[in-house]
């Protein structure tokens, strides 16, 4: 069974830092593309940023693109999001998404429970 754990959301303070995790099982983690992506509150899915599945590949959306950072372990199957220089637009539920090959012009076949980013003062 595939399952995608995220973590490591919360609230914090305008410009401060998070970083996400998102830990897979019931898969070949090394041989799929990952992405994250968000649902701020009352707006649709926005797509945040993409990995392939060797990692050597990267793509971000434009609103977060000199900000976050996405990367993965896959010797711990394990997908990260770090994000820096948060801003109050940032909140949302971020979820960890599984395309169906090892790029991601695939498409997505699961999703993770997604995990609460809040940025405020």
């Known amino acids: 069974e595939v399952q995608l754990v995220e973590s490591g959301g919360g609230l914090v303070q305008p410009g401060g830092s998070l970083r996400l995790s998102c830990a897979a099982s019931g898969f070949t983690f090394s041989s799929y593309a990952m992405s994250w992506v968000r649902q701020a509150p009352g707006k649709g899915l926005e797509w945040v940023s993409a990995i392939n599945s060797g990692g050597g590949s990267t793509s971000y959306a434009d609103s977060v693109k000199g900000r976050f950072t996405i990367s993965r372990d896959n010797a711990k199957n394990t997908l990260y999001l770090q994000m820096n220089s948060l801003k109050p637009e940032d909140t949302a539920v971020y979820y960890c998404?599984?395309?169906?090959?090892?790029?991601?012009?695939?498409?997505?076949?699961?999703w993770g429970q997604g995990t609460q980013v809040t940025v405020s003062s």
């Open positions: 998404a599984k395309y169906s090959g090892s790029y991601y012009y695939t498409s997505y076949d699961y």
